[in-house]
């Protein structure tokens, strides 16, 4: 394991702190002292994020490179001796959800089962968690495809193995975060969102090797390039769980399983067209296509971002995206809108980012095109006749971390 945020998950974070930040913690742990009448042991945080490359090959064991968002989900949590659990969520009407840390059953529906998940999961693989009494207040956007469930998990995930001690590593919390969701809540996500929130590093983006977990901080500065990352959120909303997901994971398994190889990354670029060539379903080809073009693209951002180049790498999201829309087969038409808006308004590269059907893009523009790109965005959306996008820069923040 390489980078520097493989030390146990109770060590205080992954660095740097979001303007605010303090000021927030705070009012969440006035919150708590009100909801249940004594204050918190600790206040942690944990990030959405966006992907900057290397989209749905984190479950044919590929390459990702995705940063952390300044926006946070916020816990505020009590270890207690006995087995309740309670939960509370500053951003979901309907009070404190009161469950058993000791009878939790994969299935549990409702906001709810996204921290209750992690507790099952963390005893599960023998960890000692008894109850918990947790406030959370979150400002990453919902289903915007820019990883809120996972923030929610690892920012459980964190407060639990300090406060219970558990002397996991954040890798490891990742990891039973990915489980939590896979099992406890039904989605069969990959590990790219959970192991971002927990082990990104501020002004970074996080290679990952979701093979072996190997990872790498990628230096990413925007600022000293004079360039800007936009995000722009459709408000089209996506539900991963809605059978798609799944289907692109299937036919992947499938190709991998013609293939003869363990998983689709074991196809390397070079030998691409004769392994296309031995495959009989077209779309089954196309999907193969797309996660071996996408993790030599993973490899080649990677490799110009550390020669210094990251003016470079444009035409490499755009060409991610082109193959997410065309291969793949995840885009819609709000997201190709979004791409086609920033290239025309003269951005270095756009693309969608996450699982796709909606959620957000991401553009990568010079500084002083960001209102101009913006601009005519929101103003072919409009033209279209979809609602106004929310666009706004994405700035490399840390991973998971106690705040007080
Ligand atoms: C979602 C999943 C991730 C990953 C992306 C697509 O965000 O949670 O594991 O598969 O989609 O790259």
């Known amino acids: 394991m390489t980078g520097g945020t493989s030390g146990t998950a109770g060590t205080s974070g992954t660095g740097g702190t979001v303007p605010g930040e303090t000021a927030r913690a705070r009012q969440v742990a006035d919150a708590f002292r009100e909801l249940y009448g004594t204050a918190p042991d600790g206040v942690w945080a944990a990030p959405g994020r966006v992907n900057l490359i290397g989209e749905h090959t984190d479950y044919n064991d590929g390459f990702v490179m995705p940063l952390a968002l300044p926006n946070t989900v916020l ?18 009407p309907g009070g404190v959800v009161e ?36 406030h959370l207040a979150s400002d990453v956007p919902v289903g915007a495809g820019l990883s809120s469930s996972a923030a929610l998990e690892v920012v459980t995930a964190l407060a639990c193995a300090d406060l219970f001690d558990l002397g996991l590593l954040r890798w490891q919390l990742a990891r ?40 790498r901080q ?3 500065d925007l600022a000293g390039a004079g360039l800007r990352l936009l995000v722009v959120d459709t408000g089209v909303r996506h539900a991963l769980g809605d059978g798609e997901y799944a289907t692109r994971r299937e036919r992947c398994e499938e190709g991998a399983h013609a293939l003869g190889v363990q998983a689709l990354r074991d196809v390397a670029l070079e030998r691409m067209d004769e392994a296309l060539a031995q495959l009989s379903d077209p779309v089954v080809r196309r999907r193969v296509r797309h996660v071996v073009t996408e993790n030599a693209r993973v490899e080649e951002v990677v490799a110009r971002l550390e020669a210094g180049r990251i003016r470079t790498i444009g035409p490499l999201l ?42 957000s893009a991401i553009a990568l523009v010079d500084e002083g095109d960001a209102d101009a790109v913006a601009k005519a965005v929101t103003e072919a959306f409009a033209t279209a006749g979809h609602g106004a996008p929310r666009i706004f820069p994405a700035v490399p923040a840390a991973g998971a971390r106690r705040l007080l």
Not at 80 to 90: E, G, K, N, W
Request: hydrophobic fraction near 45%; glycine fraction near 12%.
């Open 99 to 134: 469950l058993r840390a000791d009878v939790l059953e994969p299935g549990d529906g409702g906001w709810a089962a996204y921290p209750a998940g992690v507790v099952w999961a963390l005893r599960g693989a023998g960890h000692r968690v008894t109850g918990a009494d947790v």
């Open 218 to 220: 990628v230096p990413f």
């Open 318 to 359: 755009t060409a991610g995206h082109s193959s997410l829309r065309d291969d793949f087969e995840v885009s819609c038409p709000e997201l190709d809108l979004v791409v086609e808006a920033a290239l025309g308004a003269g951005a270095l590269g756009a693309r969608m980012t996450g699982a796709g059907f909606g959620g």
């Open 75 to 92: 816990a505020a949590v009590s270890r207690r001796d006995d087995d309740l659990l309670r939960l509370h969520s500053a951003d979901v």
């Open 176 to 215: 039973l975060c990915q489980r939590a969701e896979n099992v406890y809540v039904g989605v069969p996500c990959g590990i790219m969102d959970q192991t971002a929130a927990a082990c990104c590093a501020e002004g970074h983006a996080l290679h990952l090797d979701t093979r072996d977990l190997a990872q």
